[in-house]
């Protein structure tokens, strides 16, 4: 079995992650009319109707170049039953994040050009992409 890395020790690379991004429902409240937020005489209240309680619901996820730094940890894992848990791979730490114990990023968010990084976030922002 042979394995290998698309970068190397001390390559300085940019790594992209994405966030849930949620939207409200409005909660039918006629004294705030939903926003769960009142004015009196200037300043901001919570809503003492509903309470200012209001739902969210994930809408789409937002991609973004999340750090960059240099490499100091390749990690190879394969599991005998191939991806099933989507954690087959080649993983890095950045000495930025931290090297041992800190952030993992799998190698298909790594990119050695932030331009890359940020087309790519565009990429997977408009077709939602989440892994
Ligand atoms: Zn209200």
């Not at 079995?1 to 970068?7: P, Y």
């Not at 039953?81 to 190698?107: A, H, L, P, Q, R």
Request: aromatic share 12%; net charge positive; proline share 2%.
């Amino acid at each position: 079995m042979k394995f290998e890395s698309k970068f190397n020790h001390g390559d300085f690379v940019y790594t992209i992650c994405y966030k849930d991004k949620y939207k409200e429902i409005p909660n039918g409240c006629k004294t705030c009319n939903g926003s769960g937020k009142v004015e009196i005489s200037g300043d901001i209240f919570k809503c003492p109707r509903c309470k200012g309680y209001i739902e969210r619901e994930k809408d789409s996820i937002e991609w973004y170049v999340s750090n960059s730094g240099k490499i100091g940890k390749i990690e190879i894992t394969s599991y005998l039953n191939g991806n099933s848990y989507n954690k087959s791979g080649v993983n890095y730490m950045i000495d930025s994040t931290g090297i041992g114990s800190g952030t993992v990023y799998n190698e298909k968010n790594i990119f050695t050009s932030r331009k890359e990084a940020e087309k790519e976030c565009i990429k997977r922002t408009e077709q939602q992409i989440e892994n």
